[in-house]
């Protein structure tokens, strides 16, 4: 199973290891991390998505609330939360193919921001199923280099504890 | 407008404020130490900590003393918080004063031992720079601590250490270090401190959810076979009285874990010993029988538990734990209980009416009467260390207070030591830390001055820790050392001897050294016996020397603990006594119907 936790802690030194390290004990590989400020200077959001059995995740969420600088822990499942991600990339794209690339950019509303002879480089953002959709739409023209921020997310506002989304 | 008036009339009537003074670093830490009520300090000194430690010269409040071994002065703390139930103290220089406290911090932290560690520190200008004698202490603790911190500003230390005192003793109790600097020891700074502790992250609930306690009442209620099943967190939060009320109340019998031992009066006749491992064969069985387990303060331990997914397969689980994390890691909960063991307990307690359980009360009557605890003692055999322990029990009794050393003279004072109080019994249960003992009954001795501390040791842990009779002889302290000395590490040898087909490989100790004259060497006494005959004789001497004593028990190497659920075993798999002598393994008598 798929989880995405949203971690507040207090800005001191050491709290980011001290978080890995809990993940890292058990054995799981974090898929993406993500931290960053938050509205209040002293506090700021960890976004980890990792894999595991259920219970086991469910424990690593009490264990994380153990820790003093851990403030808050939600466990988020994806349909209920706003989770973006940002991606730059360096598509391969020689001349004849430049203006092909540009479109299918500008589908996903992905900006250029370099372009040499024979490369584009865009920044796109979006969505676990968007980012993925659009790297896989590149690979066909060959993807050279590649960063990804890891997910962020926050949860809804409003949304009602049993909301399930429409298959 | 009208606010801004009344602050100024209200200024204007107090006398003029008084610019708080600054005081410095050492200074604030003793206060502070003098305010949470410490008593003791466990330290070993080291040039950063010059300005504290000369306020203990002409100060009296608190009584710091010199520890041999910095590891010693934790396990220390640790004896003296486990035997007094407040935090433990240890102070000691940076580098390797800090890197020798983590065995005892771990100890503490698995056994959630409430302790606070002072480290010195190099100044904060030059962390991080590989200076002399700097070690990331706080790092390296940060899996074995509830918390480290390093301290960066002199005004800060003082509401740091009331914080790390707090952490220490509230919640699931357990080590807290506190990294010192040295321009924080030295500078000046305001002894600053709010009235109330209040940490956002940290809350520890203690009050049980009222419809999980209406729960656990009714499962009491409706249950034919019910069985309590007590860890160290009862004896943390004292919920002894509430256990015997409860269990008297609703005929429940009870098992102990080796930290919960002294929670429940082990000769009482709802008591079924200890459980586990090395348990008694009719509290594993009543483990294997019960339908209703009601575990307080305990966490399902491996050591306990043997293969977990056979053990107590006909209960419904209740468990009572403050920590969340414990409840559910690896055992699954019918009814969990997040709270202190003791007011939860107390809730319950309101709720439950008195029930008798005949069928069930005779049923575990003859379990422990088909599988008793028991051993052979031939006539000029040597002596039995199970003999050793039994008379020393009927000599002390309740005038002690017990700890142990780590290996098959632990199993076997749990096993044959009749405890009647709690935290009569002091053992290091989670990391199993050989040289323990000797150091935590020191402690012992200081917190409890009605009580004797005898420490029950085997030969090779006494080994790691015996330079700390110094320390006893220097501040006239009168531990006990009551030493199984069977000249190997028994434990290690009897799985050697179970699972190596007798294979003694690197167990044996072909030299020791002669623990009378070593007593003496150190200024303090001891006696060797090796007849039967002389034991009890020898125990009343010990008793009746003052200061610290040794007395060496040579005792029988061959000897081996039972009963024993093979590691990772279930506990029908139990060996129930020693084949070499008559098998009875796994067999069970056939489980009463419901
Ligand atoms: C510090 C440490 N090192 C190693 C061990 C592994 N170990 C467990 S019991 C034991 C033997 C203990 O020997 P002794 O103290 O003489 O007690 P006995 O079993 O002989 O009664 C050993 C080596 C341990 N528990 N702790
Ligand atoms: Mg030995």
Known sequence: ?????????????????????????????????????????????????????????????????????????????????????????????????????????????????NMTDDTVTLEASGNDHKVRTLLKAFEGYGISQMARTGMISLPYDGMPEDWEPIA | MAVATK???????????????????????????????????????????????????????????LIRHEQCA????????????????????????????ITGITDAYMDSIPIVCLTGQV?????????????DIVGMTRTITKHSYLVQSTDDL???????????????????????????????????????????????????????????????????????????????????????????????????????????????????GMLGMHGTAYANYATMECDLLI????????????????????????????????????KAADIPVVGDARQVLAEVNKLVKPQKRALWKKRFQNLRAEYPLSFDSPEGAPIKPQEAIVALSEEVGDKAVITTEVGQHQMWAAQFYNFTFPRQFISSGGLGTMGFGFPAAIGAALARPDKLAIDIAGDGSFQMVMQEIATAVQYDIPVKVFLLNNATLGMVRQWQDLFMDRRFSEVDFDSSPDYVKLAEAFGASGR????????????????????PYILDVIVDPDELVFPMVPAGGATKDMIVRDSRKKVLQGKLSALPDN
């Open chain 2, 123 to 135: 100044a904060t200008t030059m962390v991080g720079n590989d200076a002399f004698q700097e070690a």
């Open chain 2, 295 to 330: 575990a307080v303060g305990a966490r399902f331990d491996d050591r306990v538990t043997g293969k977990v997914s056979e053990f107590a397969t006909r209960a419904k689980i209740i468990h009572i734990d403050i920590d969340p994390t414990a409840i559910g890691k690896n």
């Open chain 2, 158 to 272: 003082a509401e740091t250490i009331q914080e790390a005192f707090y952490i220490a003793r509230t919640g699931r109790p357990g080590p807290v270090l506190v990294d010192l600097p040295k321009d924080v020891l030295l500078g000046d700074g305001l002894y600053q401190i709010p009235e109330k502790v209040d940490l956002r992250g940290y809350k520890p609930t203690t009050k049980g959810h009222p419809r999980q306690i209406q729960r656990v009442a009714e499962a009491i209620k409706e249950s034919k076979q019910p069985l309590l099943y007590v860890g160290g967190g009862a004896i943390h939060s004292e919920a002894h009285k509430e256990i015997l009320k409860l269990a008297e109340t609703a005929e429940i019998p009870v098992t102990y874990t080796l930290l919960g031992a002294g929670a429940f009066p082990s000769a009482h006749e709802l008591s079924l």
């Open chain 2, 7 to 65: 602050a100024k009339s209200q200024t204007t009537k107090q006398p003029a404020k008084l610019k708080p003074k600054k005081i410095s670093g050492a200074e604030i830490i003793y206060r502070s130490l003098e305010r949470e009520g410490v008593k003791y300090v466990f330290g070993h000194p080291g040039a950063i900590l010059l300005t504290l430690l000369d306020l203990f010269l002409e100060r009296s409040k608190i009584k710091h003393l």
């Open chain 2, 528 to 547: 060797r016996i090796v007849d039967k005959e002389e034991i009890r004789p020898a125990i009343q001497e010990m008793i009746n020397t003052p200061g």
């Open chain 2, 74 to 101: 934790a396990h220390m703390a640790e004896g003296y918080a486990r035997a007094s139930g407040t935090v433990g103290v240890c102070l000691t220089t940076s580098g390797p004063g800090a890197t020798n406290l």
């Open chain 1, 1 to 113: 199973m798929r989880q995405v936790y949203s971690i507040l802690v207090n800005n001191h030194a050491g709290v980011l290891s001290h978080v890995a390290g809990l993940f890292t004990r058990r054995g799981y590989n974090i898929e993406s991390i993500a931290a960053g400020p938050t509205e209040d200077a002293t506090i700021t959001r960890i976004v980890i998505v990792a894999f595991g059995e259920e219970n086991e995740l469910d424990q690593i969420a009490k264990q994380l609330r153990k820790l003093y600088d851990v403030r808050e822990v939600e466990q988020i499942s994806y349909n209920q939360a706003v989770t973006r991600e940002l991606v730059l990339a360096t598509i391969k794209a020689p001349i004849s193919q430049r203006s092909e690339v540009i479109q299918l950019a500008n589908a996903f509303g992905a900006q250029v921001i």
